[in-house]
């Protein structure tokens, strides 16, 4: 049985899973003779790309990470087999400067980042994530955590939301739902997912509902992309992981939305650049790129992917590789 088939079989199916061994086995088989190399899984979620990974590696260590620690909970069981070869730590992404200090690992061989909601934050109604059913409105990946979405639509000034829905929504019918969500709060606070989305849809244009899928979506997204901070800790996140790669290491990234997937493109845009000044006849070498990539822009699912597991329509995945130590 090949790795796919064991992830079908767990009933969570990886995004992109062939595509993701493809780039980042050769960065953990090329590691430095004389210890194991190590694989870096910086959401973890159900596990499903670090089992395939040790399955594919005999001698790979993971280290997996995750806000959320139902999914750490999950993740545990499903890797239990592979023993004293997995670490799993409870901790955000931008943490990963300090995680690797602590576990006392100097560099790691491959990265990988797989970002937005997991499969089981949406499936439970608790969470809030969805707009499909009645819940609480929470939102957050890591429910240690104070802010909820509760908070944000009842708390922040109508400004404020309106900024958060026009640049982590890409709403732009943000002022309006704004003006609606302050309008319904002082009748009576918000609390329920129905009844944001009930709010949003009637703010919007019939016109405009009619296409583009259900009109709450962006402003869901908004409101989970400030409850749980999630932009800032990508600025963080990705040059810190890129700064644990030693040359052959690799990192590869799965977005869901353009905001993601922008900031990525422009990180590893850089990363992949000479910077000598345009001025000088020759390139300097301390100015050469540190990362080639290994995508050319951003690669899509197969269309049978898409129709066999739908939450992976949205996916683009960046992938580069280190080619310099940094100076």
Known sequence: MDVGDHAAKSGHVPVMLGRVLELLTPAVDAAATGRDPVYLDATLGMGGHAEAMLRAVPRLRLIGLDRDATALERSARRLAPFGDRVTLEHAVYDEIPEVLRRLGV???????????????????????????????????????????????????????????????????????????????????????????????????????????GNPAKRTFQALRIEVNGELDSWRRALPAALDAL??????????????????????????????????????????????????????????????????????????????????
């Open 246 to 327: 030693p040359v052959g290491g690799r990192v590869a990234v799965l977005s869901y939305h353009s905001l993601e997937d922008r900031i990525t493109k422009q990180v590893l845009a850089a990363q992949a650049a000479d910077t000598t000044p345009p001025d000088l006849p020759v390139p300097l070498p301390e100015h050469e790129p540190r990362f080639r990539l290994l995508t050319r822009g951003a690669e899509l699912p197969s269309d049978e992917e898409t129709t066999t597991n739908p939450r992976a329509g949205s996916v683009r995945m960046r992938a580069a590789e280190r080619v310099r130590e940094a100076t």
């Open 106 to 212: 100097p560099a790691v061989d491959a990265v990988l980042f797989d970002l937005g909601v997991s499969s089981p934050q949406l499936d439970e109604a608790g969470r809030g994530f969805a707009y499909s059913y009645d819940a609480p409105l929470d939102m957050r990946m890591d429910r240690t955590q104070r802010l909820t979405a509760a908070e944000v639509v009842n708390g922040y000034p109508p400004a404020e939301l309106a900024r958060i829905l026009r640049e982590y929504g890409e709403e732009r019918f943000a002022q309006r739902i704004a003006a609606a969500i302050v309008r319904e709060r002082e009748r009576a606070p918000l609390d329920s997912t129905r009844r944001l989305a009930d709010l949003v849809r009637t703010s919007i244009p019939a016109a405009t509902r009619r296409t583009g």
